[in-house]
């Protein structure tokens, strides 16, 4: 049955050996900051590789973009076979819903993973109507409904260790979106060229990226050389007990740092978040100048509640100097539109951290906001 499904779907299989049919090497599509996406342009299709971000010398996938107007080569270098643009697609995060929008490709979605998460009127009327449909958790996404779906592709999120569970069964194809892997929020969001020469709108995508690097070079430019660095701790404890932490050579450490700001957790060497007791956030960033909290309960956050919520809490001199700003997640649609609009958050903290500094531009987007006293 599964058979049937892909040879319906792609309408041709690569071959399992890694030499090309044209011949030629092909033109490297120079990615500027992106660290692992490969793209390589021939003349019958475009190769796309995705590094491992837990092991550098490994690929975590590789795909060949075939157009859907033409016939299909006699011979492709080995990977996952996509017809593009795709036409028919899963999202398996609220996260690449916006860039969809902005692509122009909203239309191609006919599935979401984490629907409660959504936050723009157009995408939740989309799911409300039955356009787009609910394909459950992002970390066990429906598979008996995403088969159903007759879909080109499924965009899920890697992990370390872990594969795609029952989704990998259905024999949709997987395009891993290892872009929150990366190790800088221009090289997340230059994920968007991937994206787009997936989707059949390369140009738009670039022209997209091209304006988000701009805007973001000349921000981080007018704090480059400040002297005073406040130091900046984030969010809140887990249920769990875990006290996560940007490490600064992850997406969200370099826009602090680009920002103008430091943070205390500065030997750790991970891409993504730190894991950490509140015995060791109180033991490095006690003395934290800002603390930054991106929250999703309805009730608004103050520091009555935040001091009665943990004993820890007001033990900070953030929040004894009053110096604690929040992003109610319910109100701001912080993971839809910053992974790949990072220029929008960056222009935001510089005027947190650094109010005097004037700002070309300013558009005056708020992310982040004083919390009530």
Not at 237 to 250: D, F, K, V
Request: hydrophobic share 40%; with cysteine; glycine share 6%.
């Amino acid at each position: 049955m599964f058979l049937m499904v892909l040879t319906s779907v792609w309408g041709c299989q690569s071959s399992s050996s890694p030499h090309h049919d044209d011949g030629a090497e092909g033109d490297t599509i120079q990615m500027a900051y992106a660290r692992l996406l490969v793209l390589v342009q021939h003349p019958q299709y475009t190769l796309a590789e995705v590094r491992n971000p837990w092991d550098s010398t490994r690929l975590l996938s590789r795909y060949v973009l075939v157009s859907r107007s033409a016939d299909c080569p006699d011979s492709l270098p080995e990977g996952i076979v996509l017809r593009v643009p795709l036409q028919r697609v899963v999202l398996g995060s609220a996260v690449h819903c916006a860039l969809w929008s902005e692509l122009q490709a909203a239309s191609s979605v006919v599935g979401v993973c984490d629907v409660p998460w959504l936050m723009s009127a157009r995408w939740k009327e989309a799911v409300r109507c039955g356009r787009v449909h609910d394909m459950g958790a992002s970390y066990a996404p429906d598979a008996e409904q995403i088969l159903s779906a007759s879909c080109d592709a499924i965009f899920l999120s890697p992990f370390e260790s872990n594969g795609h569970g029952t989704v990998e069964k259905t024999g949709v194809p997987v395009v891993e979106c290892a872009d929150y892997m990366e190790t800088s929020p221009l090289g997340r969001a230059e994920w968007m060229r991937f994206y787009g020469r997936l989707l059949g709108c390369a140009g738009r995508a670039d022209s997209l990226f091209t304006i988000v690097e701009q805007r973001y070079n000349s921000l981080a430019e007018t704090v480059r050389d400040v002297t005073e660095r406040p130091t900046v701790m984030w969010d809140l404890l887990t249920p769990s007990g875990i006290w996560y932490q940007p490490a600064p050579s992850s997406t969200m450490g370099r826009i602090v740092t680009d920002a103008g700001a430091h943070l205390p957790f500065s030997a750790s060497q991970a891409n993504g978040s730190v894991p950490l007791t509140v015995e060791q956030v109180l033991s490095d960033a006690h003395d934290a100048r800002f603390w930054l909290i991106r929250y999703g309960e309805a009730a608004p956050l103050t520091y009555a509640s935040l001091a009665s919520a943990h004993a820890s809490y007001s033990r900070f001199d953030a929040w004894r100097h009053r110096h604690v700003w929040v992003c109610p997640l319910q109100q701001k649609p912080f993971f839809e539109q910053i992974p790949f609009h990072p220029e929008r958050l960056l222009e935001n903290l510089i005027h947190i951290f650094h109010p005097s500094v004037p700002l070309p531009e300013n558009s005056g987007e708020v992310w982040f906001q004083p919390l009530s006293r």
